[in-house]
Each structure stands twice: as structure tokens, then as C-alpha cells.
């Protein structure tokens, strides 16, 4: 089992930057794909980001493209989402995600998650 937990959430004005850490513990993350995955107020979970095991393959929702990056740290057991030029909309719960394999297609299902981490950006 691992266990993930999100920090690095907050308030922001429109135009700013976050940058959200995910931090896992129980098992190394070095064979997992790690994702994001946020939910707004009223919303279904909505697919952010994903991470491949080396970090060499990013792959990102279009609303966020340009605008995020998430990478990762295997030797730290760590994923981030640098979030810059926010936006409104991107107001969410953010959760980090993993999985064991890289899926032919975007979605929010995973094996495990973390208890999330607010973002809220104001106009």
C-alpha cells in the first residue's frame, strides 16, 4: 500500500502561480504512474495531468496544457504540479493519483489517492 498526501494548496489571484507536492510513503513510487486529478465545487472529477514512471512522458488535459507541468522526484518519492497562470475555473480540490500501468486513454480512475489539497484563485 501507499499512502499519498498533497500539500502546497492556497489562495491566488488570477494570473498567479502554485505549486502543489505530492509526498508518498509505504512504497516507492519509481513504478507507478502518478497523476492529478482535481474536482471543482459541483463538478465531477476532472483528469489534470500524468507522469510516467521515469517522468519522460507527461500527457495533460487540454484546459491545462501550457499551463501546468507535473513532474517528479523517484529518488524522493515525490510528484509535483507547478500550476502557473491560473485561472478562476481551475478552482478545485486537487488530488494526487497513482496507478500501476500507463492506460491507452485519460481518465480518474486509480488504485490510490490522497485526501486533497484546495485551490482556490480569485478574479
Known amino acids: 500500500q501507499v499512502q499519498l498526501i498533497e500539500s502546497g494548496g492556497g489562495l491566488v489571484q488570477a494570473g498567479g502561480s502554485l505549486r502543489l507536492s505530492c509526498s508518498a510513503s509505504?512504497?516507492?513510487?519509481?513504478?507507478?504512474?502518478m497523476a492529478w486529478v482535481r474536482q471543482g465545487p459541483g463538478k465531477e472529477r476532472e483528469f489534470v495531468a500524468r507522469?510516467?514512471?521515469?517522468?519522460?512522458?507527461?500527457d495533460y488535459a487540454d484546459s491545462v496544457k501550457g499551463r501546468f507541468t507535473i513532474s517528479r522526484d523517484n529518488a524522493k518519492n515525490t510528484v509535483y504540479l507547478q500550476m502557473n497562470s491560473l485561472k478562476p475555473e481551475d478552482t478545485a480540490v486537487y488530488y494526487c493519483?497513482?496507478?500501476?500501468?500507463?492506460?491507452?486513454?485519460?481518465?480518474?480512475?486509480?488504485?490510490?489517492w490522497g485526501q486533497g489539497t484546495q485551490v482556490t484563485v480569485s478574479s
Open positions: 507522469v510516467s514512471f521515469s517522468g519522460s512522458t507527461t
Open positions: 493519483a497513482a496507478r500501476g500501468y500507463w492506460a491507452p486513454s485519460r481518465g480518474v480512475i486509480y488504485d490510490y
Open positions: 509505504g512504497r516507492t513510487i519509481s513504478n507507478l504512474v
